[in-house]
């Protein structure tokens, strides 16, 4: 059984900065492409920040510039960092990743259970 679990967010003063973590565990024979999303309320989920198992990376611009995205193969693990945080960053902030479980033979998106940002003094 596969499980992604998130740490981090929390409250940040606008201007400050952040780190999430997201690792993936249970039985994965390949990891593809991981992200992560965000969703305030009564808006839609969308994407911060994507980056593929070459660590390529796909920013989204709202936060171009103040989002890094990394990923540690080894301990298939996904970092988001941001800095300068607006009040328009506060969201709930999901993992994303793209693996193969050991009992299956095609990649299948999972997902983080959600952490909370909230930016405000």
């Known amino acids: 059984q596969v499980q992604l679990v998130e740490t981090g967010g929390g409250l940040v003063q606008p201007g400050g900065s952040l780190r999430l973590s997201c690792a993936a565990s249970?039985?994965?024979?390949?990891?593809?492409?991981m992200g992560w999303y965000r969703q305030a309320p009564g808006q839609q989920r969308e994407m911060v920040a994507t980056?593929?198992?070459?660590?390529?990376?796909h920013i989204a611009d709202s936060v171009k510039g103040r989002a890094t995205i990394s990923r540690d193969n080894a301990k298939k693990t996904v970092h988001l960092e941001m800095i300068n945080l607006k009040p328009e960053d506060a969201a709930v902030y999901y993992c994303n990743i793209w693996l193969m479980a050991d009992t299956a033979h095609v990649y299948s998106p999972y997902w983080g259970q959600g952490t909370q940002v909230t930016v405000s003094s």
């Open positions: 980056i593929t198992p070459a660590s390529l990376t």
């Open positions: 249970g039985s994965i024979s390949a990891i593809g492409a």
